[in-house]
């Protein structure tokens, strides 16, 4: 619950967004990538990140922006090891709603901004980690 008020939320939860809202895929994910590199004119990937993160709050690196070009203003809220909440202004995760199968069954899709770099890369992490959402209207 304590982390619930810091806006970090398990892999498990279901129903996290409001009605008429649903926790996109990695799929919808990747649609919005190539729509931020299509709508900024990036021919290549690995600039996505630096058109959502917002422009403050992200610890500096030399030669990385923030220019958040389509105001989607993600945060560096950080992530949780289990117990905190760590490395708030380097890092933001946010779950996707793509869970593995298999052996993996326990892990899902997240997709991680820094403050390293200018792109976003997907993992996937235990569903016990607390990580970020972000909701996307049906």
């Given at each position: ?21 649903h926790l996109p895929s990695q799929v919808e ?11 900024c004119g990036d021919e290549k990937t690995g ?92």
């Amino acid at each position: 619950e304590a982390l619930e008020k810091e806006g970090l939320y398990d892999g498990t939860r279901q129903g996290i967004c409001p009605n008429g809202w649903h926790l996109p895929s990695q799929v919808e994910w990747d649609l919005l990538e190539a729509t931020v590199r299509d709508i900024c004119g990036d021919e290549k990937t690995g600039t996505e990140g630096k058109h959502l993160k917002s422009k403050t709050g992200w610890a500096s690196k030399e030669g990385i922006t923030s220019d958040d070009a389509l105001n989607f203003c993600a945060l560096p809220a950080g992530e949780s090891n289990g117990s905190q909440i760590i490395c708030v202004g380097a890092y933001l995760q946010i779950w996707t709603s793509t869970a593995l199968t298999g052996k993996y069954q326990d892990e899902a899709y997240d997709d991680w901004f820094t403050y390293k770099s200018d792109d976003i890369v997907t993992f996937d992490s235990f569903k016990k980690n607390a990580r970020s959402v972000r909701c996307l209207k049906n």
